[in-house]
């Protein structure tokens, strides 16, 4: 992978764009020419060297400025990052699995070193060295989780596993798909997956809670999840809807190509070991229409798949520029097979 | 009010029915509450201990304050505000024992005030029966400033804090006893969809 | 599933009937530090059949060095705890499964009341050091036959200290589970090991107590029961096989060759799961994870303890 790293943002001036190594390896999420939600768990297992998924956790092009972007959520809205109390052992195992994997995958860019519990941590690209004792909260700058979290690309929700159910009880959120974790922190697997509809009722999520209270150490699981974002924007919480909800209606025919990202999350689910908890890591990936069609196949499907989304479906993922979206893509769909 | 689907973080509430087995029931009221406590008392009386804290409310439809110490004097200690009993809740919990059974009735923000104090005490949100008398006013919760807008009766309110108009969602915190509110304008400012009082 | 290779370094006999067994990576490598309450599978092979049997880790959660098992002797077992006494010996080397935890601690517990049984003190050596390390209040209260069967006691002592209660059933000392349980302050829960008479017992108290059932944890794995032979039909794989009387359902169709999902192996955890097609005859629940109705249904059936006594039965595998 390139070790050259974008200056790019994804707020005010949105400077984003993917080079043509990063639009190649882009985790394009759909088998078919439609789309429903599925428990589409599947192992976290090695694949193909260069893609999203060739190492535990994906460092690419945009790492630094995806750092930078998350830093000022924190700092405007330090309440991205919270924590119940009982979480500081799930903490430390997140910390260790993030750096354990980032160190091992990118040796040029992440250091650790282990003397007993004394650990030294260097991350190069944003210039951050640290040696604190692992299980002691004060040798650390800040909490462990808010510490490595900020230092890892995507949202990280720390699951407390009990009765049979799982909480989130930690977490650090600063690129998520529209939801609150003020609100949501706490909240119970059944609770935060509240406001989703269709799937309650087709029985999908307690399947995958069924899968998930018996994920096994050692054995990480992952899915892909999709939306759709105007302009290449990270924070898109309820808490700055203000800022990025006007945006929805900006939409031309001339603007789609530019404007209109589709949002795909790696998410990858790894057992946790001292607090048998979970932690559960949201990783977005975007791409503008314009850099989608480039890819001719992707661009025929996506167009099936959005011309066919199931009207509540594109209400919940709040697709109000559906149709022009839509309309813009036609003219790259032949009808002929899109694989 | 959310119709399109059901949003299963909205808390449901139930009628409150003595527990058979236990060591102690602890019966926590406020205002239009106290109706639930006298549905309680209409039911067989439990044999174990039974002790109650009552927080008269003004905006109480009848004096159950009076009913209640008429009935059960020695159980029911009565309040004169929710702080009071709230307060006095919390210096008595330690002296409780696992076993004793918690009831809690009154406004949705008094249910979740009690909640948090028993929470404290490693008390779990199962063991707490809960219901919801008297008014249906919400304490929201904006996302934008953090404000928290009480006595909520309305599908959309102004924020106390950011005066932004708020559309009141189903999606409930149970750490901030309030429900989600969102800016409702955000993307037509000023396109407010119709206000209608639906939590009278 | 994934598996960790390992080999005994030690084995020690530690009374009568128990025997503790060190197990360390066989390639030197760190093992994974584990939650308290954990248990592993170890893969044994009993004259050419895998045997998969669970056992509760007592070691400390935090020793990547080794893990630490201890087995009680069964004399009416299917085999894997007369194996491990019989045959294992320092050098011995088995396939174990990463730690599962199905027994785990509350996080939000304010007090902790461990209640062991026999052997069933095992699992409560790994959360004692975890309830140390958080300086959680606790207390464990251990129940054995006689003082020579009190496995641990010494260690025990030491690790907790006046936390600690020992009754001895010879010497007339039985836990009275009413007084036990019945001033403990809001926030206490309570978790059981040990035979089921004793686990019973305990659960009854209480509730009749008024304990919430989520402040009540007790890990009870079942064995597989012996039972009458009967065939299987595995309508995806289209493979038919025979459970033959000394072999559970789940071990005859990984005999087949076919890669069903499992965890516990207990009857526990749900993860074995399979939908019954079909059945001429009656489905035989051994198992503490389905609900009544489920089992009523005919519908469902736990491979890893339970049984069918019928011609034929087809399950969707």
Same mark, same amino acid.
């Given at each position: 992978?390139?070790?050259?790293?974008?200056?790019?943002?994804?707020?005010?001036?949105?400077?984003?764009?993917?080079?043509?190594?990063?639009?190649?390896?882009?985790?394009?999420?759909?088998?078919?020419?439609?789309?429903?939600?599925?428990?589409?768990?599947?192992?976290?297992?090695?694949?193909?060297?260069?893609?999203?998924?060739?190492?535990?956790?994906?460092?690419?092009?945009?790492?630094?400025?995806? /750092?930078?972007?998350?830093?000022? *959520?924190?700092?405007?809205?330090?309440?991205?990052?919270?924590?119940?109390?009982?979480?500081?052992?799930?903490?430390?195992?997140?910390?260790?699995?993030?750096?354990?994997?980032?160190?091992?995958?990118?040796?040029?860019?992440?250091?650790? *070193?282990?003397?007993?519990?004394?650990?030294?941590?260097?991350?190069?690209?944003?210039?951050? *060295?640290?040696?604190?004792?692992?299980?002691?909260?004060?040798?650390?700058?800040?909490?462990?989780?808010?510490?490595?979290? /900020?230092?890892?690309?995507?949202?990280?929700?720390?699951?407390?596993?009990?009765?049979?159910?799982?909480?989130?009880?930690?977490?650090?959120?600063?690129?998520?798909?529209?939801?609150?974790?003020?609100?949501?922190?706490?909240?119970?697997?059944?609770?935060?997956?509240?406001?989703?509809?269709?799937?309650?009722?087709?029985?999908?999520?307690?399947?995958?809670?069924?899968?998930?209270?018996?994920?096994?150490?050692?054995?990480?699981?992952?899915?892909?999840?999709?939306?759709?974002?105007?302009?290449?924007?990270?924070?898109?919480?309820?808490?700055?809807?203000?800022?990025?909800?006007?945006?929805?209606?900006?939409?031309?025919?001339?603007?789609?190509?530019?404007?209109?990202?589709?949002?795909?999350?790696?998410?990858?689910?790894?057992?946790?070991?001292?607090?048998?908890?979970?932690?559960?890591?949201?990783?977005?990936?975007?791409?503008?229409?314009?850099?989608?069609?480039?890819?001719?196949?992707?661009?025929?499907?996506?167009?099936?798949?959005?011309?066919?989304?199931?009207?509540?479906?594109?209400?919940?993922?709040?697709?109000?520029?559906?149709?022009?979206?839509?309309?813009?893509?036609?003219?790259?769909?032949?009808?002929?097979?899109?694989? | 009010?959310?119709?399109?689907?059901?949003?299963?973080?909205?808390?449901?509430?139930?009628?409150?029915?003595?527990?058979?087995?236990?060591?102690?029931?602890?019966?926590?009221?406020?205002?239009?509450?106290?109706?639930?406590?006298?549905?309680?008392?209409?039911?067989?009386?439990?044999?174990?201990?039974?002790?109650?804290?009552?927080?008269?409310?003004?905006?109480?439809?009848?004096?159950?304050?009076?009913?209640?110490?008429?009935?059960?004097?020695?159980?029911?200690?009565?309040?004169?505000?929710?702080?009071?009993?709230?307060?006095?809740?919390?210096?008595?919990?330690?002296?409780?024992?696992?076993?004793?059974?918690?009831?809690?009735?009154?406004?949705?923000?008094?249910?979740?005030?009690?909640?948090?104090?028993?929470?404290?005490?490693?008390?779990?949100?199962?063991?707490?029966?809960?219901?919801?008398?008297?008014?249906?006013?919400?304490?929201?919760?904006?996302?934008?400033?953090?404000?928290?807008?009480?006595?909520?009766?309305?599908?959309?309110?102004?924020?106390?804090?950011?005066?932004?108009?708020?559309?009141?969602?189903?999606?409930?915190?149970?750490?901030?006893?309030?429900?989600?509110?969102?800016?409702?304008?955000?993307?037509?400012?000023?396109?407010?969809?119709?206000?209608?009082?639906?939590?009278? | 599933?994934?598996?960790?290779?390992?080999?005994?370094?030690?084995?020690?006999?530690?009374?009568?009937?128990?025997?503790?067994?060190?197990?360390?990576?066989?390639?030197?490598?760190?093992?994974?530090?584990?939650?308290?309450?954990? &248990?592993?599978?170890?893969?044994?092979?009993?004259?050419?059949?895998?045997? %998969?049997?669970?056992?509760?880790?007592?070691?400390?959660?935090?020793?990547?060095?080794?893990?630490?098992?201890?087995?009680?002797?069964?004399?009416?077992?299917?085999?894997?705890?007369?194996?491990?006494?019989?045959?294992?010996?320092?050098?011995?080397?088995?396939?174990?499964?990463?730690?599962?935890?199905?027994?785990?601690?509350?996080?939000?517990? &304010?007090?902790?009341?461990?209640?062991?049984?026999?052997?069933?003190?095992? =699992?409560?050596?790994?959360?004692?050091?975890?309830?140390?390390?958080?300086?959680?209040?606790?207390?464990?209260?251990?129940?054995?036959?006689?003082?020579? &069967?009190?496995?641990?006691?010494?260690?025990?002592?030491?690790?907790?200290?006046? %936390?600690? &209660?020992?009754?001895?059933?010879?010497?007339?000392?039985?836990?009275?589970?009413?007084?036990?349980?019945?001033?403990?302050?809001?926030?206490?829960?309570?978790?059981?090991?040990?035979?089921? =008479?004793?686990?019973? !017992?305990?659960? !009854?108290?209480?509730?009749?107590?008024?304990?919430?059932?989520?402040?009540?944890?007790?890990?009870?794995?079942?064995?597989?029961?012996?039972?009458?032979?009967?065939?299987?039909?595995?309508?995806?794989?289209?493979?038919?096989?025979?459970? =033959?009387?000394?072999?559970?359902?789940?071990?005859?169709?990984?005999?087949?060759?076919?890669? !069903?999902?499992?965890?516990?192996?207990?009857?526990?955890?749900?993860?074995?799961?399979?939908?019954?097609?079909?059945?001429?005859?009656?489905?035989?629940?051994?198992?503490?994870?389905?609900?009544? !109705?489920?089992?009523?249904?005919?519908?469902?059936?736990?491979?890893?303890?339970?049984?069918?006594?019928?011609?034929?039965?087809?399950?969707?595998?």
């Amino acid at each position: 992978m390139s070790q050259t790293f974008k200056k790019e943002t994804f707020r005010d001036d949105y400077t984003f764009s993917n080079s043509a190594e990063a639009i190649k390896r882009f985790p394009f999420p759909f088998p078919e020419d439609e789309y429903m939600y599925s428990v589409n768990i599947e192992p976290h297992v090695k694949t193909a060297v260069g893609s999203v998924t060739e190492f535990v956790i994906d460092v690419d092009e945009h790492y630094v400025a995806e /750092c930078e972007d998350k830093k000022i *959520t924190l700092e405007r809205d330090p309440d991205r990052y919270l924590s119940l109390p009982h979480m500081m052992d799930a903490q430390w195992d997140t910390l260790e699995l993030i750096m354990d994997s980032m160190s091992h995958d990118y040796p040029d860019l992440f250091k650790l *070193t282990k003397d007993g519990d004394n650990w030294t941590w260097i991350n190069k690209p944003l210039g951050i *060295t640290n040696t604190f004792v692992f299980g002691d909260a004060s040798s650390l700058p800040m909490d462990p989780l808010k510490y490595i979290g /900020c230092q890892a690309q995507g949202d990280w929700v720390v699951l407390d596993q009990r009765d049979n159910n799982l909480f989130a009880d930690a977490a650090i959120v600063t690129s998520q798909a529209d939801w609150s974790l003020a609100i949501d922190v706490g909240m119970s697997y059944q609770e935060w997956h509240g406001p989703v509809p269709i799937a309650n009722e087709i029985g999908v999520f307690d399947r995958a809670l069924k899968y998930l209270l018996n994920l096994q150490l050692g054995s990480p699981v992952r899915r892909l999840n999709w939306t759709m974002t105007i302009n290449p924007r990270l924070d898109t919480s309820p808490e700055s809807y203000p800022l990025w909800g006007p945006d929805r209606l900006s939409i031309t025919p001339e603007n789609v190509g530019d404007k209109v990202h589709l949002r795909v999350e790696l998410q990858t689910l790894f057992r946790l070991p001292r607090s048998n908890g979970i932690v559960f890591g949201i990783r977005g990936y975007l791409i503008s229409m314009n850099e989608l069609v480039t890819n001719p196949f992707w661009a025929k499907r996506f167009h099936r798949i959005l011309k066919g989304l199931h009207p509540e479906l594109a209400e919940y993922k709040g697709l109000s520029f559906k149709d022009v979206t839509v309309d813009w893509l036609s003219k790259y769909d032949d009808g002929t097979p899109s694989q | 009010m959310e119709r399109q689907y059901w949003i299963r973080s909205k808390p449901v509430y139930t009628s409150l029915l003595w527990h058979e087995k236990a060591t102690a029931h602890l019966v926590i009221a406020e205002g239009d509450g106290g109706m639930a406590v006298l549905k309680l008392l209409q039911q067989k009386y439990p044999t174990q201990v039974v002790r109650g804290f009552y927080a008269k409310s003004s905006d109480s439809l009848k004096n159950y304050a009076d009913i209640i110490s008429s009935l059960i004097p020695d159980e029911f200690t009565v309040f004169a505000n929710a702080n009071d009993a709230l307060k006095s809740l919390k210096n008595s919990l330690a002296e409780y024992h696992m076993g004793t059974r918690f009831y809690v009735a009154g406004s949705e923000a008094f249910i979740w005030q009690v909640a948090k104090e028993l929470y404290d005490f490693g008390v779990q949100d199962d063991d707490i029966e809960k219901e919801l008398c008297g008014t249906l006013a919400r304490s929201v919760y904006c996302v934008h400033c953090k404000a928290i807008t009480h006595n909520v009766h309305h599908n959309i309110v102004n924020c106390t804090g950011c005066q932004r108009k708020l559309f009141v969602r189903d999606h409930f915190s149970r750490r901030l006893g309030a429900y989600m509110g969102l800016m409702v304008d955000a993307e037509q400012p000023g396109d407010i969809p119709t206000i209608n009082e639906v939590y009278p | 599933m994934s598996h960790l290779n390992v080999k005994v370094a030690a084995i020690e006999q530690v009374t009568e009937y128990v025997k503790h067994f060190t197990l360390v990576s066989e390639n030197g490598e760190k093992l994974p530090s584990f939650s308290g309450g954990s &248990h592993v599978v170890l893969a044994l092979n009993i004259k050419g059949r895998i045997h %998969r049997n669970p056992y509760s880790l007592m070691s400390s959660p935090l020793n990547t060095e080794n893990y630490g098992v201890s087995v009680r002797k069964q004399e009416l077992s299917r085999g894997g705890s007369v194996f491990m006494h019989e045959q294992i010996e320092v050098g011995s080397r088995f396939q174990i499964t990463y730690p599962v935890n199905l027994f785990s601690l509350s996080k939000l517990s &304010h007090k902790n009341i461990l209640i062991a049984g026999g052997i069933g003190i095992t =699992p409560f050596l790994s959360q004692i050091v975890d309830l140390n390390r958080t300086q959680t209040d606790y207390e464990l209260h251990y129940a054995y036959r006689s003082p020579e &069967h009190g496995a641990f006691r010494e260690e025990i002592q030491e690790m907790c200290g006046d %936390r600690s &209660h020992f009754y001895v059933a010879s010497d007339g000392q039985l836990i009275d589970f009413n007084d036990l349980l019945s001033e403990q302050p809001l926030g206490t829960h309570v978790y059981v090991c040990g035979p089921e =008479p004793m686990v019973n !017992a305990m659960i !009854a108290a209480a509730r009749e107590l008024g304990w919430p059932e989520k402040h009540i944890h007790n890990e009870q794995f079942t064995a597989p029961q012996i039972g009458e032979s009967f065939k299987v039909k595995l309508a995806i794989s289209n493979i038919e096989l025979e459970v =033959p009387t000394d072999m559970s359902m789940l071990e005859a169709i990984e005999e087949a060759g076919v890669d !069903a999902p499992f965890l516990c192996r207990g009857g526990a955890c749900g993860r074995c799961e399979l939908e019954v097609v079909a059945c001429d005859g009656s489905i035989i629940h051994h198992d503490n994870y389905l609900t009544d !109705a489920e089992k009523n249904s005919g519908k469902k059936i736990m491979p890893c303890v339970s049984r069918a006594k019928c011609q034929n039965i087809v399950v969707n595998l």
